[in-house]
């Protein structure tokens, strides 16, 4: 049995070494576009480097999908007037899906192959799904996040809240709503309530009101963040917010940092209230290892961020990211024994904090308010702040 399995895993790693893009010509993506109603089409140049790592995951997703995979080698010259336009982005690859030849959504997420796939059948399922007791269990695992109201059928004013709310998150969640008394029984629940599901971390949260736009909103941010988050556009800011520590854990490829998600989640539960930790994918965040003291094109490698004062701890080159090496770090960070780093010169001026565009905004702590005095210089130790 056991070599089986072996077997079985070392086949579908070379099946991966081996396949790779297999691109489609300009004539073959536009006719596909006409001829089917939803086609996903990644547009890329197979030399940079976003491209070589969505590549594998891509391969991965292709098969997996009810809907049609297609990608285009933007850099072939003929291929310039399909890639400009569908809006050549200022970097490859972008990932459209395509509803009736038009341009729906655009992938922003980690190019993670199930991601890619969670995605493309989001974008396909309206805003906000009907469920019945009959169709609840396959709605529950249906994204790797998936939040299901619970309300009655007359309830008007929760129904419009859970709507906003799922306009507002639809990029990375899916939404039901479910009348259906036979489904409350199911799943143990009184209306009015939302309940979220985390596939990725087999975990539930409920939610029993007010059924406020604000409190709903607050509930989805907190309930839908995985014990390792992936970093991402749309969730950096949001888990500042939070404003407890963040663990960042920089690994170049996705299979790293899925591994490294994995090792380190039963450690990361037990602070998952008071820590918020991370993957984050360098080609994604280019400028947030050197902010954080770490060597450039060295993953993997991770920091602590603390929110409350600014401080920043450069997780020791050459210690193996582990449960056991990582956690008894942090402890003599929390206990005072580690002295945060400086960056060399220690002026830091407010803007000097926000990264990579929107992408890679960190938001201006306390030691930027004491440095927004002009000409004052400031070290970032502990002591100065
Ligand atoms: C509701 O669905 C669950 C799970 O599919 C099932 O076990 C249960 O019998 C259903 N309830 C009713 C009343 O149909």
Redesign the pocket.
Known sequence: MMCHLLLLASLATLAVSVRGWEHASAEYVESTLKEHDVVVVAFVAPSEEKCKSLEPEWVLATPESNVLFLSIDCTEPSHSTICKQHEAPSSWPRIELFEKGEAKATYLGPRRAAAILSWAGRVQRPTLSEVD??S??VFKSIDETVFIAYLNDYDESSRTAVSDIAAKFKDEFTFGLTTDV??W??EQMEAPALKGYKAVDGDTKVFRGPFDVASLESFVKEASRPVIGELSIYNHQRYLDRGWPVVYIFASTERERTELRATLKTMARSYYDSLTMVTADPLEFPSLPAKFGLEPGVFPSGAVHQLSNGNIYPYPRGKPITPRALQSWGLEVWQGRVKPWSPPGATLAPTEMQGDGGAGRVRATRKVSVASFPGMKIKLGRDEL
């Open positions: 007791n009959g609840l269990n036979e489904s029984a199911a």
